[in-house]
């Protein structure tokens, strides 16, 4: 663990110099955070040009999505680990051509509890609430939300269906991760998309102009 | 780890000892445990008596819902700490009247990872997948789903809305857990409940037929 924030901080050091916006998207399986990454790399599409680092236990599922798209990809898979860890993607971070990127999104493993004590060298940590897990996971998983910079209500579209509490979501995540921005979308129709992509260039741009 | 294996074995005698069949249900955050939980023991009523124990790393929300239900319920809350343990369970059991149950059920930190490695001296394990989270899920998570004897998909009545391929993921449920009995059900409308219920009472008779 103490190793993993040392290499971590040197991911963040190698980022910076590489001038990468850096998010590690954290969420149940199944929240959508591969429709949420494709959908998000092309809407920005030439505005910024983002590569994707995918973890799973096992298939390459997530990156064969990805490329599909168009988007450049590195998958880990880690076996039998619940998350991923600096050193993971230290070395999957070098097989992308970094020089012609502006944004690195790290889709971690699907779980809300093991990759919160993993640093990775993110400047953003986003993690993603679906309408159709229930408004609670805020305060189930408390350090994994608190640990967030930015927290995303996805699938939108089926938020009716599934009877979706929208005030007690936004309550719970305001209680345990009342620092953060909150967005709420739908990948799959975009209703929401322009808000979070509009915040991501700001945050890149601010990032820019710090490191220079 | 070691342990943990022979705990579980010890589990294991005193629940047969106390004449009960044992579930561990597994899943994702939001795939419908404690709504699934809650509807198999009210369902089941008099035919069989349930008690539940509940594994969450923060709240007690889930043994509140079942609670309320008339369900006797013990809330364990783990901390940071991603699955339960066979000493966990022994403990928790003890605070139930275990002699007026039939079955009991426990339902574990929500998570498709760490619990895999866990026996907690459980006759069956239960793995949930609901329609919501995509069909790919037994592929991505192959330890949790290999290591279960019964695989339900939950949140039939989600189905259409979400564009769940019912093909795909039964093929892909078949392909990881081809030992796995399967259920498809929706325990908000009860649709599918009753086969399951029915193998419930088979499995605890066949269970008393050989512990007497």
Not at 171 to 197: C, D, I, P, Y
Request: hydrophobic share 45%; net charge negative; aromatic share 4%.
């Amino acid at each position: 663990m103490e190793k993993n924030a040392l290499l971590a901080e040197r991911n963040r050091g190698f980022f910076r110099a590489k001038k990468l916006l850096v998010l590690n998207v954290v969420s149940s399986p199944g929240s959508g955070k591969t429709t949420f990454i494709r959908e998000t790399a092309v809407r920005l599409g030439a505005r910024l040009r983002v590569g994707v680092i995918v973890g799973d236990l096992a298939t390459d599922n997530d990156a064969a999505k990805l490329r599909t798209a168009g988007i450049p990809v590195i998958q880990i898979t880690t076996g039998t680990v619940c998350h991923l860890d600096a050193d993971m993607v230290s070395k999957a971070a070098r097989q992308l051509d970094l020089d012609q990127l502006d944004v690195l999104v790290i889709e971690n493993v699907g779980n809300l509890v093991c990759p919160a004590d993993y640093d990775l060298g993110e400047d953003l940590r986003v993690v993603l609430l679906s309408t159709t897990e229930g408004e609670d996971k805020p305060l189930k998983y408390p350090p994994m939300f608190h640990s967030a910079q930015v927290a995303v209500v996805t699938k939108g579209d089926l938020a009716a269906a599934a009877g979706f509490d929208r005030a007690q979501a936004l309550a719970n995540l305001q209680r345990v991760s009342h620092h953060a921005e909150v967005f709420e979308l739908s990948a799959k129709t975009g209703e929401g998309m322009n808000a979070w992509l509009d915040f991501l260039a700001a945050q890149h741009a601010a990032a820019q102009s710090e490191r220079t």
